[in-house]
T-cell receptor, first 116, second 116 residues
């Protein structure tokens, strides 16, 4: 158990719908990362938040957005869903600077999204 | 841009034997981190081992060790005394040093089969 939690574990929805994925980082971690794992694209970085602020953006579609709240949990919002959005979405967190391991990311169990 | 290449999509090894998974990467940076993550059938991403580029000594974690060749940009994972529980997809990953781009770049993965 990495200490990172994600809900829900599974999500089935229809095209055109909107869903919200939730992530709670490990206790004390300030950074949250979102990744998408699909069969054709592999594991891809979407976005990073650090202590409530967006820090880095990857290949995140405009239909997707995220935020990190004051209690440090994060939500990834996916809207106008398409069949190709079906994937496993991971959240990861990393220790705060000064711990000696801040470069390491610990992954949650993932949310499996199926768009029908 | 940095890239990570795993040239072996699948490998098999007899239980109790030793296996080496290959990984090469491309970067112009001198300071970075390398990781191996394991993804068993549960789909959880589990950190296996990490290597700091400025450290010449190869990292070791129990039965797992790496052969880090910085000039050749090679980072292979050796699994000794293979066990059935080692069967998984293994991802090689790269991350720039803290303060720059924090995202992890993953290879496509190597699926490892353990033969009883």
């Amino acid at each position: 158990d990495s200490g990172v939690t994600q809900t829900p574990k599974h999500l089935i929805t229809a095209t055109g719908q909107r869903v919200t994925l939730r992530c709670s980082p490990r206790s004390g971690d300030l950074s949250v990362y979102w990744y998408q794992q699909s069969l054709d694209q592999g594991l891809q970085f979407l976005i990073q938040y650090y202590n409530g602020e967006e820090r880095a953006k990857g290949n995140i579609l405009e239909r997707f957005s995220a935020q990190q709240f004051p209690d440090l949990h994060s939500e990834l919002n996916l809207s106008s869903l398409e069949l190709g959005d079906s994937a496993l979405y991971f959240c990861a967190s990393s220790p705060r600077p000064g711990t000696g391991t801040q470069e390491t990311q610990y992954f949650g169990p993932g949310t499996r999204l199926l768009v029908l | 841009a940095q890239t990570v290449t795993q040239s072996q999509p699948e490998m098999s090894v007899q239980e109790a034997e030793t296996v080496t998974l290959s990984c090469t990467y491309d970067t112009s940076e001198s300071d970075y981190y390398l990781f191996w993550y394991k993804q068993p059938p549960s789909r959880q991403m589990i950190l296996v081992i990490r290597q700091e580029a400025y450290k010449q000594q190869n990292a070791t974690e129990n039965r797992f060790s790496v052969n880090f060749q910085k000039v050749a940009k090679s980072f292979s994972l050796k699994i000794s005394d293979s066990q059935l529980g080692d069967a998984a997809m293994y991802f090689c990953a790269y991350r720039s040093a803290w303060g720059r781009d924090d995202k992890i770049i993953f290879g496509k993965g190597t699926r490892l089969h353990i033969l009883p």
